[in-house]
T-cell receptor
Framework: EAQVTQNPRYLITVTGKKLTVTCSQN?????MSWYRQDPGLGLRQIYYSMNVEVTDKGDVPEGYKVSRKEKRNFPLILESPSPNQTSLYFCASSLFGRGADTQYFGPGTRLTVL | QKEVEQDPGPLSVPEGAIVSLNCTYSNSAFQYFMWYRQYSRKGPELLMYTYSSGNKEDGRFTAQVDKSSKYISLFIRDSQPSDSATYLC?????????????FGSGTQLTVLP
């Protein structure tokens, strides 16, 4: 089944404790990205990657890191999480990263930073 | 002002009603218009897309674009409880990358049996 998977689905952590949210897609997509979704603000892009070893900042990159060492994986790293990073996070992928391409989203990771 | 404005709702309608969901936008470069549906505790999934102006119909769903007014709509006929979800509009320039894809904040819809 074609899909984007994320782990963990739910995470409660404390300020400053480094964490990684994994994302994997099995569709051989070149483009992958991370969004956060907050009430009233919608989906805001954190980072994106056009292909392996090619990553760039989105609209809200502060406090986040990513890497793209393999085509299928795009982990999101919070080196020192803070309470304002409490949010619902989505990984997404698309075939070539064109605006008209269908974005395939993962099921989401709900992060709470205490 | 946001590039894409969407009434967050919540919108509650009885089963069988016609639902109208709308977005307005300010960037005249937007040419691709999409509607994503997001069920509770799930990621968004593409429902419909249209290019430039006009209507597109798919079963009970009709997407409408009015570029002169910078206004897009999604109509749901004979709404069902299974249509209860958050609906997000999304837009992109003609030759834009996914980096330029802009989402509305979503409208939460509940269809009551």
């Amino acid at each position: 089944e074609a899909q984007v998977t994320q782990n963990p689905r739910y995470l409660i952590t404390v300020t400053g404790k480094k964490l990684t949210v994994t994302c994997s897609q099995n569709m051989n997509h070149e483009y992958m990205s991370w969004y956060r979704q907050d009430p009233g603000l919608g989906l805001r892009q954190i980072y994106y990657s056009m292909n392996v070893e090619v990553t760039d900042k989105g609209d809200v990159p502060e406090g986040y890191k990513v890497s793209r060492k393999e085509k299928r994986n795009f982990p999101l790293i919070l080196e020192s999480p803070s309470p304002n990073q409490t949010s619902l996070y989505f990984c997404a992928s698309s075939l070539f990263g064109r605006g008209a391409d269908t974005q395939y989203f993962g099921p989401g990771t709900r992060l709470t930073v205490l | 002002q946001k590039e894409v404005e969407q009434d967050p709702g919540p919108l509650s309608v009885p089963e069988g009603a016609i639902v109208s969901l709308n977005c307005t936008y300010s960037n005249s470069a937007f040419q691709y218009f999409m509607w994503y549906r997001q069920y509770s505790r799930k990621g968004p999934e593409l429902l419909m897309y249209t290019y430039s102006s006009g209507n597109k119909e798919d079963g009970r769903f009709t997407a409408q674009v009015d570029k002169s007014s910078k206004y897009i709509s999604l109509f749901i006929r004979d709404s069902q409880p299974s249509d209860s979800a958050t609906y997000l509009c999304a837009m992109s320039p003609l030759s834009g990358s996914a980096r330029q894809l802009t989402f509305g904040s979503g409208t939460q819809l509940t269809v009551l049996p």
